[in-house]
């Protein structure tokens, strides 16, 4: 092999490569790529393609050392090394050491200049030296580019010093011809055709070979939005505790189960329109245990179980009017007057699903989102005990830094609200609502006096803001989400 540089087209490389091994027997890609001015992958690349011919080349994989020029080296071999640039700028009449110190090339190659006696200064200005000079440093790199071996130890010794290059292992293939060499390759079928089979040509065919290792195409396939990320955690979460989940398919419920049930009053402001969206077909219910219904109505017009109730007209009409949920606590309703008909026993349930309510949308509220509620019935239950389960559920969940603060709720005395602190929002926000369902929503049930009734509920979407790290609710739910949030967020693990 010589290192005599012989300019080749790309075009139909994998031929140009077979003619030449026919006559050379053996040949490495890396002294092939530099004597035929070809980038060293196009080589590999053309060889890789001949290997899918079964028994044509054999290769082997060896690593070379070799010497290749830095950016800057290539900087140099293409436009000069600045020595060189400095002594072209000067010129027979010299120039201003100021007007060279500018140039990109001036600082180095003043000095190298210097070093060289090409150039002196004489009073701010730079003269030559020398009448004549040649760019060896220049000459030195384009030999190296090549290949050539016409560089002394002590010049790279110096080229290295200067950072013009440095020393890289390349990995390249050692070619020689195969046991079924031949220069006239016939093209390979890829598939296998009825009508080869039919008319028998599939014997005189070549097939390419199939690559059982490869990875093939990656299907399609849906993504998992970070709320059912941090869903699926919560759902274990509740799982862990022992707790059950509670059927939510009622999207559309009754104002009687959505609030009178709850010894919510008609009157309330959460029932107005501006708080909630009414159905207007169906526009009303009409099923209702009646026995349970006329319980409700007299603890609420009347009173009763030790309390005054609201002493006011309540009206059934009212009662029927169909909205869309405004909380799950509906859910927990039914199936707390199911467990006292079917006779009470000590029970956890949870449920996790969309309500709506008719909220001013800003950074932290949507008109419609995900509640998140835990119920636990038990004999002689307290507030204590809520507190200690719900610092447990967050615990799971990864969020520790919780405040409480006493608030006022028509269907649980005492009530609490839960504040986290989001980083990203650097204030504390509300993530749920907790206390004890009042006697006057669980005694007309039909549930045991010493039975005590806990619930606590909390959005999904603020959780799931606080460790994903969004600020504002709209770019995680809603019209204005990029997809990408969808498609890219990890795996969901709340107690990491």
Request: with cysteine; proline share 4%; charged share 25%.
């Amino acid at each position: 092999m010589t290192a005599e540089t012989d300019v080749r087209s790309t075009e139909n490389l994998p031929q140009q490569i077979l003619d030449f091994l026919q006559e050379s027997n053996e040949f490495n890609s890396i002294q092939l790529a530099q004597q035929w001015n070809l980038d060293h992958q196009k080589v590999i690349g053309a060889i890789k393609s001949l290997l899918a011919n079964e028994g044509v080349l054999t290769t082997k994989d060896v690593t070379e050392k070799r010497l290749e020029l830095t950016n800057e080296g290539v900087q140099f071999a293409n436009e000069g090394s600045p020595e060189y640039l400095v002594f072209e700028f000067v010129g027979t009449d010299g120039a201003a050491q100021a007007d060279i110190q500018k140039k990109p090339f001036g600082k180095i190659g003043m000095a190298k200049a210097m070093q060289f006696k090409w150039v002196s200064v004489d009073k701010g200005r730079v003269v030559r030296q020398a009448t004549e000079v040649t760019d060896s440093t220049r000459k030195q790199l384009e030999s190296l580019r090549i290949g050539s071996s016409d560089v002394s130890e002590n010049e790279k010794k110096e080229l290295k010093k200067r950072k013009l290059i440095s020393e890289v292992n390349i990995k390249a293939l050692v070619v020689s011809k195969g046991t079924s060499f031949t220069t006239s390759l016939a093209k390979q079928e890829a598939d296998l055709t009825p009508e080869m089979i039919a008319s028998g040509s599939w014997k005189d065919m070549q097939f390419k070979k199939y690559n059982f290792d490869s990875l093939g195409v990656v299907p399609s396939s849906g993504h998992l939005h970070p709320l059912m990320k941090v869903r699926s955690e919560f759902r274990q979460i509740f799982f862990s505790m022992g707790f059950s989940e509670m059927a939510t398919n009622r999207y559309v419920e009754s104002s009687f189960w959505n609030f009178d049930a709850l010894f919510q009053p008609q009157q309330h402001p959460a029932r107005d329109a501006h708080d909630t969206f009414f159905v207007s077909d169906p526009a009303i219910s009409t099923k209702f245990p009646e026995d349970y219904l006329e319980r409700v109505k007299t603890v609420h017009s009347k009173g009763g179980y030790g309390s005054a109730g609201y002493n006011y007209d309540w009206k059934i009409e009212e009662a029927q009017k169909n909205v869309l949920r405004t909380h799950t606590t509906a859910v927990s309703a039914r199936q707390l007057y199911q467990l006292a008909q079917e006779g009470f026993r000590p029970s956890k349930l949870f449920s996790i699903d969309r309500v709506f309510r008719n909220e001013t949308l800003d950074a932290t509220h949507l008109a419609e989102f995900h509640q998140v509620e835990g119920v636990i019935a038990e004999k002689n239950l307290s507030l204590a005990h809520l507190i200690g389960i719900f610092t447990e559920f967050f615990k799971k969940l990864g969020i520790t830094n919780l405040r409480f603060k006493p608030t006022y709720n028509p269907y649980t005395e005492p009530s609490m609200e839960i504040f986290a602190y989001h980083q990203g929002l650097t204030k504390w926000v509300e993530i749920g609502n907790s206390g004890m369902f009042r006697p006057e929503m669980l005694l007309p049930m039909g549930l045991p006096a010493d039975v005590n009734v806990a619930g606590y509920g909390l959005s999904l979407e603020r959780p799931t803001m606080i460790k994903y790290g969004i600020n504002n609710i709209r770019d995680l739910f809603g019209s204005k989400i990029d997809l990408n949030v969808v498609y890219n967020n990890p795996i969901c693990r709340l107690d990491k």
